[in-house]
Protein backbone atom coordinates (compact mmCIF):
# COMPACT_ATOMS: atom_id res chain seq x y z
CA UNK A 1 0.00 0.00 0.00
CA UNK A 2 1.37 3.25 -1.17
CA UNK A 3 0.73 6.44 0.74
CA UNK A 4 2.99 9.26 2.51
CA UNK A 5 2.23 9.43 6.03
CA UNK A 6 3.33 13.01 6.13
CA UNK A 7 0.81 14.19 4.06
CA UNK A 8 -2.47 12.21 5.76
CA UNK A 9 -5.02 13.76 7.09
CA UNK A 10 -8.54 12.77 8.07
CA UNK A 11 -10.86 12.91 5.16
CA UNK A 12 -14.66 13.81 5.61
CA UNK A 13 -17.88 12.80 3.67
CA UNK A 14 -18.88 12.56 1.00
CA UNK A 15 -15.10 11.59 0.14
CA UNK A 16 -15.51 8.24 -1.85
CA UNK A 17 -12.50 6.84 -0.20
CA UNK A 18 -14.47 6.33 2.96
CA UNK A 19 -16.81 3.97 0.91
CA UNK A 20 -13.94 1.80 0.31
CA UNK A 21 -14.14 -1.89 1.32
CA UNK A 22 -10.41 -2.22 2.99
CA UNK A 23 -8.25 -4.85 2.55
CA UNK A 24 -6.37 -7.46 4.82
CA UNK A 25 -3.31 -5.87 6.28
CA UNK A 26 -1.01 -8.74 5.59
CA UNK A 27 2.89 -6.87 6.41
CA UNK A 28 3.05 -6.16 10.54
CA UNK A 29 6.38 -3.80 9.59
CA UNK A 30 7.59 -1.08 11.23
CA UNK A 31 5.31 1.42 8.39
CA UNK A 32 2.52 -0.14 10.01
CA UNK A 33 3.23 0.72 13.22
CA UNK A 34 4.09 4.49 11.85
CA UNK A 35 0.84 5.00 10.04
CA UNK A 36 -1.01 3.30 13.67
CA UNK A 37 1.12 6.45 15.30
CA UNK A 38 -0.17 8.98 12.28
CA UNK A 39 -3.55 7.95 13.20
CA UNK A 40 -3.10 8.04 16.49
CA UNK A 41 -1.59 11.59 16.06
CA UNK A 42 -4.57 12.84 14.21
CA UNK A 43 -7.34 11.16 15.85
CA UNK A 44 -6.13 13.06 18.91
CA UNK A 45 -5.69 16.36 17.33
CA UNK A 46 -9.70 16.21 16.69
CA UNK A 47 -10.73 14.85 19.68
CA UNK A 48 -11.95 11.59 18.66
CA UNK A 49 -12.17 7.93 20.61
CA UNK A 50 -11.51 5.96 17.52
CA UNK A 51 -10.13 6.44 14.21
CA UNK A 52 -10.38 3.74 11.12
CA UNK A 53 -7.33 4.01 8.43
CA UNK A 54 -9.97 4.50 5.57
CA UNK A 55 -10.88 7.34 7.24
CA UNK A 56 -7.20 8.94 6.34
CA UNK A 57 -7.46 7.57 2.83
CA UNK A 58 -5.80 4.09 3.54
CA UNK A 59 -7.60 1.36 2.78
CA UNK A 60 -5.96 -0.98 5.44
CA UNK A 61 -8.11 -2.91 8.07
CA UNK A 62 -6.95 -1.26 11.40
CA UNK A 63 -7.99 1.47 13.70
CA UNK A 64 -6.72 3.16 16.49
CA UNK A 65 -8.55 3.36 19.92
CA UNK A 66 -8.28 5.16 22.86
CA UNK A 67 -11.84 6.22 25.32
CA UNK A 68 -9.87 7.85 27.62
CA UNK A 69 -7.03 9.94 25.52
CA UNK A 70 -4.77 8.82 28.54
CA UNK A 71 -1.07 7.33 26.40
CA UNK A 72 -1.71 3.79 27.87
CA UNK A 73 -4.76 3.62 26.80
CA UNK A 74 -3.91 3.78 23.05
CA UNK A 75 -5.14 0.36 21.26
CA UNK A 76 -4.91 -0.65 17.66
CA UNK A 77 -6.46 -3.38 16.04
CA UNK A 78 -5.52 -4.83 12.86
CA UNK A 79 -8.07 -7.46 10.69
CA UNK A 80 -10.63 -7.08 13.35
CA UNK A 81 -13.94 -9.43 13.33
CA UNK A 82 -16.78 -8.83 16.22
CA UNK A 83 -18.29 -12.01 17.03
CA UNK A 84 -21.36 -13.28 19.58
CA UNK A 85 -23.32 -9.59 19.34
CA UNK A 86 -25.72 -9.23 22.22
CA UNK A 87 -28.55 -6.85 23.09
CA UNK A 88 -29.53 -3.73 21.49
CA UNK A 89 -28.89 -0.67 22.35
CA UNK A 90 -29.77 3.16 20.59
CA UNK A 91 -26.85 5.70 21.89
CA UNK A 92 -25.89 9.04 20.04
CA UNK A 93 -22.65 8.62 17.65
CA UNK A 94 -20.74 11.22 16.05
CA UNK A 95 -17.48 10.44 13.52
CA UNK A 96 -14.41 12.08 12.66
CA UNK A 97 -15.45 12.24 9.42
CA UNK A 98 -19.09 13.70 9.62
CA UNK A 99 -18.12 16.67 12.11
CA UNK A 100 -21.21 18.18 13.01
CA UNK A 101 -23.16 15.07 12.65
CA UNK A 102 -24.65 13.65 15.91
CA UNK A 103 -27.31 10.71 15.10
CA UNK A 104 -28.83 7.63 16.86
CA UNK A 105 -27.24 4.78 15.90
CA UNK A 106 -28.50 0.93 17.20
CA UNK A 107 -26.40 -1.90 17.67
CA UNK A 108 -25.46 -4.93 19.84
CA UNK A 109 -24.50 -4.01 23.25
CA UNK A 110 -22.12 -6.79 24.09
CA UNK A 111 -19.38 -8.63 21.84
CA UNK A 112 -16.39 -9.83 21.51
CA UNK A 113 -13.57 -8.54 18.98
CA UNK A 114 -10.39 -10.60 16.99
CA UNK A 115 -7.56 -9.08 15.80
CA UNK A 116 -3.89 -8.47 15.64
CA UNK A 117 -1.82 -6.00 17.43
CA UNK A 118 0.77 -4.21 15.15
CA UNK A 119 3.34 -7.34 15.08
CA UNK A 120 0.69 -9.75 14.40
CA UNK A 121 0.42 -10.94 17.69
CA UNK A 122 -4.06 -12.54 18.28
CA UNK A 123 -5.96 -10.04 20.36
CA UNK A 124 -8.89 -11.28 21.68
CA UNK A 125 -11.48 -8.93 23.98
CA UNK A 126 -14.99 -9.00 25.34
CA UNK A 127 -16.47 -5.57 25.43
CA UNK A 128 -19.71 -3.99 26.00
CA UNK A 129 -21.61 -0.16 25.64
CA UNK A 130 -19.05 1.87 24.50
CA UNK A 131 -16.01 -0.06 24.12
CA UNK A 132 -18.44 -2.25 21.88
CA UNK A 133 -19.79 0.69 20.11
CA UNK A 134 -16.31 2.11 18.81
CA UNK A 135 -15.48 -1.78 17.57
CA UNK A 136 -18.26 -1.70 15.55
CA UNK A 137 -18.30 1.55 14.61
CA UNK A 138 -14.77 1.42 13.55
CA UNK A 139 -15.20 -2.21 11.89
CA UNK A 140 -18.32 -0.62 9.47
CA UNK A 141 -15.41 1.98 8.25
CA UNK A 142 -13.54 -0.60 6.79
CA UNK A 143 -16.75 -2.30 5.08
CA UNK A 144 -17.27 1.56 4.04
CA UNK A 145 -20.38 1.58 5.85
CA UNK A 146 -21.09 5.33 7.87
CA UNK A 147 -23.11 5.61 10.98
CA UNK A 148 -25.20 8.02 7.80
CA UNK A 149 -26.59 4.53 6.40
CA UNK A 150 -27.83 3.80 10.18
CA UNK A 151 -29.93 6.65 11.03
CA UNK A 152 -33.57 6.56 11.62
CA UNK A 153 -35.78 8.63 9.54
CA UNK A 154 -35.64 11.62 11.96
CA UNK A 155 -32.45 11.96 12.27
CA UNK A 156 -32.25 11.74 8.21
CA UNK A 157 -34.52 14.84 8.23
CA UNK A 158 -32.12 16.82 10.59
CA UNK A 159 -29.19 16.26 9.05
CA UNK A 160 -30.14 16.61 5.33
CA UNK A 161 -29.01 20.26 5.23
CA UNK A 162 -25.88 19.86 6.73
CA UNK A 163 -24.76 17.01 4.12
CA UNK A 164 -26.12 19.04 1.31
CA UNK A 165 -23.63 21.69 2.12
CA UNK A 166 -20.66 18.93 2.86
CA UNK A 167 -21.56 17.52 -0.23
CA UNK A 168 -21.46 21.09 -2.35
CA UNK A 169 -18.08 21.97 -0.41
CA UNK A 170 -16.31 18.77 -1.49
CA UNK A 171 -17.90 19.40 -5.08
CA UNK A 172 -16.27 22.96 -5.15
CA UNK A 173 -12.75 21.83 -3.58
CA UNK A 174 -12.64 18.86 -6.21
CA UNK A 175 -13.48 20.90 -9.02
CA UNK A 176 -11.33 23.82 -8.01
CO1 LIG B 1 -16.33 7.24 12.23
Given at each position: MDYDLDRLSIIHY??????EVCQEVTEFDDKLAALAAKMATLRRADKGVGLAAAQV?????MFALNL??????EMVFVNPVIHDPQGSKETEEGCLSLPNIHVQVRRPARCRITAQDLKGNPIELEGEDLLCRVWQHEIDHLNGILILDRMGPSDRIATRKTLKEMEAGYQARVSA
Open positions: PDPRLRGVPLRTGEEKD
